[in-house]
Nanobody, 118 residues
Framework: QVQLVESGGGLVQPGGSLRLSCAASGSIGSGFSINRMAWYRQAPGNQRELVAA???????NYADSVRGRFTISRDNAKNTVYLQMNSLKREDTAVYYCNAVVRAVNYWGKGTLVTVSS
């Protein structure tokens, strides 16, 4: 089993920044066993949506709504993925979930709440 633990959520004012982290642990195996890592989010009443994803080699893709404001990165040695969120907007308020594919199995974290409000 693989566990994903997110951290870094909280309350921030519009225009502010937050950095989310997600550390993977458990039966990961040797280095680079984690394939795609990603962040999703789900706002109240909405479906879960992809925010950003990154391959082991560093190729990234972003939702149109966050491109230019959010940056996803990963540290393969630490089995950790990050999401730097800048210029936050009220509509970014959601629970953010970490996702990782390990040996073709999809794993999810429990989520961390990000609230953008004045």
């Amino acid at each position: 089993q693989v566990q994903l633990v997110e951290s870094g959520g909280g309350l921030v004012q519009p225009g502010g920044s937050l950095r989310l982290s997600c550390a993977a642990s458990g039966s990961i195996g040797s280095g680079f066993s984690i394939n795609r890592m990603a962040w999703y989010r789900q706002a109240p009443g909405n479906q879960r949506e992809l925010v950003a994803a990154i391959t082991p080699g560093g190729t990234t893709n972003y939702a149109d709504s966050v491109r230019g404001r959010f940056t996803i990165s990963r540290d393969n040695a630490k089995n950790t993925v990050y999401l730097q969120m800048n210029s936050l907007k009220r509509e970014d308020t959601a629970v953010y979930y970490c996702n990782a594919v390990v040996r073709a199995v999809n794993y999810w974290g429990k989520g961390t709440l990000v609230t953008v409000s004045s």
